[in-house]
C-alpha cells in the first residue's frame, strides 16, 4: 500500500506507458457535431492546430477557447462521478463480480465460494492518471519534444493521412501557448483537489514540480 501503490507514476515512465490504460479525451464539433478524438498538437485527419486554435477539418469551424475548456471540464467530471460511484469488482477473473461498495462486508467476495478480494473498479490512482493524462495534452513541452501518447498506430483506420512536421509543432505550441495553458488550468484545479485525497504523496509531487 502507500508508496508501493504509486510506483507507477515514477516520472521515469514514459508517458505512452503510463498512460496506456487512460481513456482518451473525446471532443465534439459545436457547429456540425462530428465527434474525435483530441490528442495535442499533433496530425489528426478530424482536426488541426492552427496558429489561431483549434479546427474542425470536417467543417472548418474555429472552436472558441470556451468551446474546448467546457467539453475538457465536462469529461473530467465524467471521470470524477464515475471514480465516486464506487464500483468494487473481485479480483478473482472467473467470478467477475461487480458491485457497489458495501462495508459491511469488508472486501470480501460474496459470490458463492468464491476467495476473491473485491477491490476498487476505479481507483485512486487511475483517476489521478487520468488527469496527468489530460494535463499531457496541454502541455506545450511535451507537445514540442513529440511526447503525447499517440491516439492512432500506422496501420488503424483512422491514422492521420499526413504528418505534423517537428518545427510546424513547435511554432504551433508557442503560438497556441495562452490556449494551451487555459486548457492545463482547468486540470490543475481538479489535479490538486484529487491530489489532496493521498496521504503518501510525497512520489507525486517530487516529480510534478
Ligand atoms: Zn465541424
Ligand atoms: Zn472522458
Ligand atoms: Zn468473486
Redesign the pocket.
Known sequence: NGIDDLQPLESTIPDVERFKDTANLELA?P??R?KFLFGGIVASNYYSICYNGLQ?K??N?MFTPLQTTCQLERCIRSHISLYYAGWLHCDDPTCGNVTRQISVFGKRCLVENCTGVMGYRYSDKQLYNQLLYFDSLFNCEKNKKQEIKPLYHSGDEQYPKEQLTDSSIKALAEQNRELMNLNRGIVQKYLSDCGRRYVDMGNIFEFMI
Open positions: 464539433c457547429s456540425c462530428q474542425c470536417k467543417c469551424h
